[in-house]
């Protein structure tokens, strides 16, 4: 297990890259404000609490130039992370606004001014219903693919299990209340496989592995979607 995080938000490795990375851009770098989700935010948020855990910084924004991701590169081989680690390929469309992404998860939150104290980013992260949010939206378009195709494509969100899990512990929602969640946001048109994503979804609760929370997905499918 890792380190406990006690300490300042700049215990984390991917707070320190950021700073890092912060140092080396020249003065003139036009400042950004970034929302943040994804890992880096369940750290900040202390949801998952590994200070050395590697982690991208997926963030809502206009992407950096390529003069910039030069350095990104070379800050993630500093610090033993992917040269992509700093990255807006949010839900893997590149959203470039919180409102563009909102038309696929529903109301966002963020909290601002997250990490104090950069000279060119302004960082705000997703508060932690968001981000469970935006998991279930990335599981539910997974399962619908995986499910209709019968197993033949590639399934690679059974590394959400774990963090709904703590996801949900940290928001104190009981398997009742995941439910619900999941039943508000397929009655809005926002998932489109509903049924499927609150077994999985609810599997990863009860602390079920990928296998278990995929064959409960499956028994749960009608058969007429």
Same mark, same amino acid.
């Given at each position: 297990?890792?380190?406990?995080?006690?300490?300042?938000?700049?215990?984390?490795?991917?707070? *320190?890259?950021? *700073? @890092?990375?912060?140092? *080396? +851009?020249? @003065?003139?770098?036009?400042?950004?404000?970034?929302?943040?989700?994804?890992?880096?935010?369940?750290?900040? +948020? &202390?949801? *998952?609490?590994?200070?050395?855990?590697? %982690?991208?910084?997926?963030?809502?924004? &206009?992407?950096?130039?390529?003069?910039?991701?030069?350095?990104?590169?070379?800050?993630?081989?500093?610090?033993?992370?992917?040269? &992509?680690?700093?990255?807006?390929?949010?839900? /893997?469309?590149?959203?470039?606004?919180?409102?563009? #992404?909102?038309?696929?998860?529903?109301?966002? %939150?963020? #909290?601002?001014?997250? !990490?104090?104290?950069?000279?060119?980013? =302004?960082?705000?992260?997703?508060?932690?219903?968001?981000?469970?949010?935006?998991?279930?939206?990335? #599981?539910? %378009?997974?399962?619908?693919?995986?499910?209709?195709?019968?197993?033949?494509?590639?399934?690679?969100?059974?590394?959400?299990?774990?963090?709904?899990?703590? /996801?949900?512990?940290?928001?104190?929602? =009981?398997?009742?209340?995941?439910?619900?969640? !999941?039943? @508000?946001?397929?009655?809005?048109?926002?998932?489109?496989?509903?049924?499927?994503?609150?077994?999985?979804?609810?599997?990863?609760?009860?602390? /079920?592995?990928?296998? @278990?929370?995929?064959?409960?997905?499956?028994?749960?499918?009608?058969? #007429?979607?």
């Amino acid at each position: 297990m890792g380190d406990l995080i006690d300490a300042s938000p700049d215990a984390y490795l991917v707070t *320190r890259a950021l *700073r @890092e990375l912060d140092g *080396r +851009l020249p @003065e003139d770098f036009p400042h950004m404000d970034i929302n943040v989700v994804g890992g880096f935010a369940l750290q900040v +948020l &202390k949801v *998952r609490t590994d200070v050395n855990q590697a %982690t991208d910084l997926d963030y809502i924004g &206009k992407p950096l130039p390529a003069s910039v991701m030069r350095v990104v590169d070379e800050v993630g081989l500093q610090f033993g992370l992917d040269p &992509k680690w700093f990255n807006n390929d949010v839900l /893997l469309a590149g959203y470039t606004s919180v409102a563009d #992404i909102e038309g696929a998860t529903g109301p966002l %939150t963020f #909290i601002p001014n997250a !990490v104090p104290g950069l000279r060119h980013f =302004t960082v705000a992260v997703a508060d932690a219903k968001s981000i469970l949010r935006m998991k279930l939206v990335a #599981i539910d %378009t997974q399962l619908v693919t995986y499910l209709d195709d019968e197993f033949r494509s590639d399934f690679t969100r059974g590394k959400d299990l774990p963090d709904i899990s703590l /996801l949900a512990a940290y928001l104190g929602m =009981t398997e009742q209340r995941v439910a619900q969640l !999941v039943a @508000e946001m397929g009655a809005a048109g926002i998932l489109l496989a509903p049924v499927e994503t609150c077994a999985f979804a609810l599997a990863a609760v009860r602390g /079920l592995g990928e296998p @278990e929370a995929l064959q409960a997905a499956r028994r749960a499918m009608p058969q #007429i979607r």
